[in-house]
């Protein structure tokens, strides 16, 4: 199974950016699509941003042209470059892989925004 470790959020002003990693164990990682999620306070948990191992991504809607998906397959990590970031963008962002039902989730890093 995928191991999941997070890292790289903190409390930034609005406007700001940040830069989130997740390193994975296991071999499985370049063969496998992975996500980023974040879980706001009282909201459910809702996908951020996706890559396939070929690289294609996907967004929200609400980071698109904001957030930014990547993936080095050579060091087992996945990125999410979060710009212009909003007091909205408040949450706990979590990493999974593989982006299927038993996929394995990271531990969450914090990311707060302040106005």
């Known amino acids: 199974q995928v191991q999941l470790v997070e890292s790289g959020g903190g409390l930034v002003q609005a406007g700001g950016s940040l830069r989130l990693s997740c390193a994975a164990s296991?071999?499985?990682?370049?063969?496998?699509?992975m996500g980023w999620y974040r879980q706001a306070p009282g909201k459910q948990r809702e996908l951020v941003a996706a890559?396939?191992?070929?690289?294609?991504?996907n967004y929200a809607a609400s980071v698109k042209g904001r957030f930014t998906i990547s993936r080095d397959n050579t060091k087992n990590t996945v990125y999410l470059q979060m710009n212009s970031l909003k007091p909205e963008d408040t949450a706990v962002y979590y990493c999974?892989?593989?982006?299927?039902?038993?996929?394995?989730w990271g531990q969450g890093t914090q990311v707060t925004v302040s106005s």
């Open positions: 999974k892989g593989p982006l299927t039902t038993f996929g394995s």
């Open positions: 296991g071999s499985i990682f370049s063969i496998n699509a």
């Open positions: 890559i396939t191992s070929g690289g294609t991504t």
